[in-house]
């Protein structure tokens, strides 16, 4: 005779293997583009779902009207000062709460591309921290303007999971 334990236990074993774990990168610039949140819903339903929020443009604006200078390497944005770091945060953060709001009751998780290090912000390119979560994720979406997609292709080429989709 099987325990109600042990049937409880195969259930939930048969719920999360059903289950995918989606990452979905989506740059400021395109969050607020027609079809994104339904997107993000629609893989909601179903699986569980990271959302990495981009604010490479704002970031760049509010820099330049406090009068930072914007410069990138390989690595992404270059910061000198910790006044810098917390604007970058401070952006990311704005845009985090913003598309948190437009996804409560779906159960997707909003995201920003920071890290700390002992009491270091230390803020990553999106399109890294992309490449940081690879192997913990089943499906990976890359959200970009049409102008930028041939460009998000040779970044992640070699990473056969991630689906650049442009709007």
């Not at 939930?12 to 994104?36: H, P, T």
């Not at 993000?40 to 179903?46: E, P, S, V």
């Not at 330049?64 to 952006?91: A, L, M, P, W």
Request: proline share 1%; net charge negative.
């Amino acid at each position: 005779m099987i325990s109600e334990f042990t049937i409880l236990y195969i259930m939930i074993c048969m719920v999360f293997v059903m289950v995918n774990n989606v990452l979905i990168k989506a740059s400021g610039d395109v969050v607020e583009k027609e079809g994104i949140l339904d997107f993000i819903r629609d893989k909601a339903r179903d699986n569980y779902v990271v959302v990495i929020c981009g604010a490479g443009t704002k970031i760049g604006e509010v820099l330049r009207r406090k009068g930072y200078d914007t410069k990138f390497d390989f690595h992404g944005r270059i910061t000198e000062t910790f006044e810098e770091r917390v604007i970058v945060r401070n952006v990311l953060e704005r845009e985090q709460k913003k598309l948190q709001d437009g996804l409560v009751g779906t159960g997707a998780n909003v995201v920003i591309p920071i890290i700390e290090m002992a009491s270091i912000l230390c803020h990553i390119n999106g399109d890294m921290y992309v490449k940081a979560g690879y192997l913990g994720f089943d499906e990976i979406y890359v959200f970009t303007l049409n102008d930028r997609v041939e460009g998000k292709k040779k970044i992640f080429e070699g990473f056969d999971k991630v689906e650049i989709v442009g709007v």
